[in-house]
Every structure is written in C-alpha cells, then in structure tokens.
C-alpha cells in the first residue's frame, strides 16, 4: 500500500481539464511544499512535471499545474491532448524514515 | 545534456547477488545526491536509496536495509547498487534518478535496468 493516495484512473476528453488528486498526512503532503508530480509513459522513465506543489521545470508545458490545500495536493492537466496519455505520479518530503513516499499512480486516459 | 544510463539487471535466483551500475554525463556529477528507484512489473515507483555527494550519507527504504548498498565513485561520474539476499519482491526495474535536494525531486531518471528474482 502506498504512503499517498491517489486516484486509479481518470479521463477526458481532447481539450478538456482533468484534476487528479494526492491525499497524505501532516507528516508528508500537508507539513511540506515539497510536492512533485511524474509523467510516465509505458516503458518509458518516470519525466519531472512539477515540483514544490506548483512549479514547472523548464520545458514543461504551461498546460500542466499544481496547487495543494491540506493534506492533499492536485495536478491539473488543461487543454487535454493525446500525449498526454500516461500514468501519473506524486510524490512528497515525508517526516518517517524513507525522506520520499510516491503515491500509488493515475492512468490517465485521453478519450 | 544530462544523461543517466543503467547497466547490469538481469535474471537471478532468490538469495543471489546483482550490482546495478549508473553511468552520469552532461552535469557535474560529484555535486548532486543520487537515488535509486524501483518499480515492480505493473505496480507504482518506491524510492530504494539516497547517496550523499561524497557519500559519506547513505539512506535507505526498510525493505532492503542490510541487504542493498547504494555507492558512487566520482572519479567515475558512476552511481551503484550492489544488492545481496534478494528476494522475489525485488524484481522491479530499477531506475537511477539525480535529486535536486531543494525541492526534494527526481529531476532526471535514467531508463531503468530490470531486475528478476526467480528460480
């Protein structure tokens, strides 16, 4: 079972937005704005969307956004395009011993 | 370009020994903590270890205390993990990844090396 919580799967339509979301604790999500969110595609390496709970890396598509209100944190994905098909990870500072928990991943599917 | 490249998985019997290596170029490797990450076959990412940039700090996830040992030889701009008594649930691909300490994130990943623990 995975330290964060996220959704299994979500879709939308081509130009649509989609929220996935993150749910942690006081010890991970809710205590630090070191929230970051992967993009993964099959067979592919895990790519960096957002880090800090909303700041993209350069290069990353003004398309892709992050808030966080509590314990959980959000990836919006507006202006849903075909590529962005892919399963979708978060991951969060945590106070316990492993420094970094991932959430359990969303496939998100382009319609 | 910042390039990360994993060697070294294969296919290995339970209780078995396997040393993945990570090959860094296009950054300057000796100024960044490293990680390993893993992902078994259809299932989510789990971080495995952290190395300090001259090593000197070294963590790991539970599961594989005392069994895994993350290293780095910055002469070599290379990134290693030496795993022994490995069990079935170690088989995963697992991904070398730099870490940018600041924001607490994986901000390059290399393409992952797979990993088999079978009999």
């Known amino acids: 079972q995975s330290a964060l919580t996220q959704p299994a799967s979500v879709s939308g339509s081509p130009g649509q937005s989609i929220t996935i979301s993150c749910t942690g604790t006081s010890s991970d999500v809710g205590g630090y704005n070191y929230v970051s969110w992967y993009q993964q595609h099959p067979g592919k390496a895990p790519k960096l969307m957002i880090y800090d709970v909303s700041n993209r890396p350069s290069g990353v598509s003004n398309r892709f956004s992050g808030s966080k209100s509590g314990n959980t944190a959000s990836l919006t994905i507006s202006g849903l395009q075909a590529e962005d098909e892919a399963d979708y990870y978060c991951?969060?500072?945590?106070?316990?011993?492993?420094?970094?928990?991932f959430g359990g991943g969303t496939k998100l599917t382009v319609l | 370009e910042v390039q990360l490249v994993e060697s070294g998985g294969g296919l290995v019997q339970p209780g078995g020994s396997l040393r993945l290596s990570c090959a860094a170029s296009g950054f300057t490797f000796s100024s960044y903590w490293m990680s390993w990450v893993r992902q078994a076959p259809g299932k989510g990412l789990e971080w495995v270890a952290n190395i300090k940039q001259d090593g000197s700090e070294k963590y790991y996830v539970d599961s594989v205390k005392g069994r895994f040992t993350i290293s780095r030889d910055n002469a070599k701009n290379s990134l290693y993990l030496q795993m022994n008594s490995l069990r079935a649930e170690d088989t995963a691909v697992y991904y070398c990844?730099?870490?940018?300490?600041?924001?607490?994130?994986?901000?390059?990943w290399g393409q992952g090396t797979l990993v088999t623990v079978s009999s």
């Open positions: 990844a730099r870490v940018n300490i600041l924001t607490v994130s994986f901000d390059y």
């Open positions: 991951s969060s500072y945590t106070s316990s011993s492993t420094d970094v928990v």
